[in-house]
C-alpha cells in the first residue's frame, strides 16, 4: 500500500523540521490525520531499521536518527512495500478439462508473466533507489527537482 | 489489474497458435476459464487497435492481424492497465485543523510524491516496451530469455 510509504516520507520529514524536539505517534496521527495503529506499525518499521530513536513514558516520543542524506527513498520502499507477487491475480487457463496443449500453453504463460512480472517490479523499484530523503526534501521545497532529473537521463 | 492483460496476451498466443483458423470468445473464455464478458471487453480493445480481426455470425470468430514482431508488450500493457494514478491512495494530512507549516508540508508531499509515483509508473512502462510479443513466445518455449536480457543489461 502506498498509504504505508506515505506515512514513513511523512513522519521523517515532520520529525526532521521538528529535530531536536521528539514528537510523538499521537501527534503524528493526528498530523497526518491517520488511524494511530497504522502510525504506530510504520513507526515500528524505521525504528527497527535504526531511522529514527524513540524514548517512552513522560515526555516520550520519537527523534530522526540518521541524516537526510543517508536514508534511501528506495529503502523506505521496500520497508514499507515488500515485493509480493500476487500469482492468482494474473492466471488464466486452468489445469483441468483442456488439451495437453492448452494446459502447457497456460502453464508456461504463467511461467514467463511471472518472469516478466518480477522483472518490471525490480525496475520499477530501482528507480525509487536513485533518490534519497534529501532529494524528496528538495522536490518538497522546489517543485519539480524529480523531474528534471528524469528528463537528464531520459 | 494484472488480469486483463494476461488475457490479452493469452488470447493472442492462442490465436497465432491456431493460426489461420478462426477462434470464438466462448473458446477463449474456455480456454481461460475467465468470465466471458472480461473476454469480450479485452477482444473488442485488441480488435479496436486493429491487432486483430472478427467476423460475427456463423463460422465467426477471431483472427491474428499483426505479426508478433509488430506488437509491443508495453503497448499491451498501457492499453490493458491504463496509467490512472489514485492520489486519494496516499495522501497523509488534511488541510483542516492544522498549523499553516504543517499544512503546507502535507501539501507539498502530496504534491512531490505525485511526481515520484507519476515518473515511476513511467519508468515501470518502459520495462515492457523494451519487447514484442515475440520475445515473449520466445519466453515461453525457453524460459529464462527475459531474465537473461535483463541480466545483460544490468
Known amino acids: 500500500m502506498k498509504l504505508d510509504f506515505s506515512v514513513a516520507v511523512h513522519s521523517l ?11 510523538t505517534s499521537s501527534k503524528l496521527a493526528d498530523l497526518m490525520s491517520i488511524n494511530a495503529v497504522v502510525i504506530r506499525n ?13 524514548t517512552v513514558g513522560k515526555n516520550g516520543g520519537y527523534i530522526l536518527s540518521q541524516s537526510f542524506d543517508d536514508i534511501n527513498v528506495g ?25 495437453i496443449k492448452d494446459k502447457a500453453m497456460a502453464a508456461n504463460m504463467s511461467e514467463s508473466l511471472t518472469d516478466l512480472f518480477t522483472l518490471a517490479d525490480d525496475h520499477y523499484r530501482e528507480f525509487y533507489h536513485q533518490f534519497t530523503m534529501m532529494d ?19
Do not use: M, Q, W
Open 13 to 23: 520529514l515532520y520529525l526532521e523540521e521538528k529535530s531536536p524536539e521528539k514528537v
Open 42 to 54: 510504520t513507526l515500528s518499521l524505521l525504528h527497527k531499521k535504526g531511522y529514527i530513536k524513540g
Open 75 to 99: 529503502d523506505l520502499y521496500d520497508l514499507t512495500i515488500p515485493p509480493i507477487l500476487s500469482y492468482a491475480r494474473f492466471i488464466t487457463g486452468d489445469t483441468d478439462n483442456h488439451s
Open 136 to 154: 524528496l526534501k528538495r522536490d518538497l521545497k522546489h517543485h519539480g527537482y524529480f523531474k528534471a532529473l528524469a528528463e537528464k537521463k531520459a
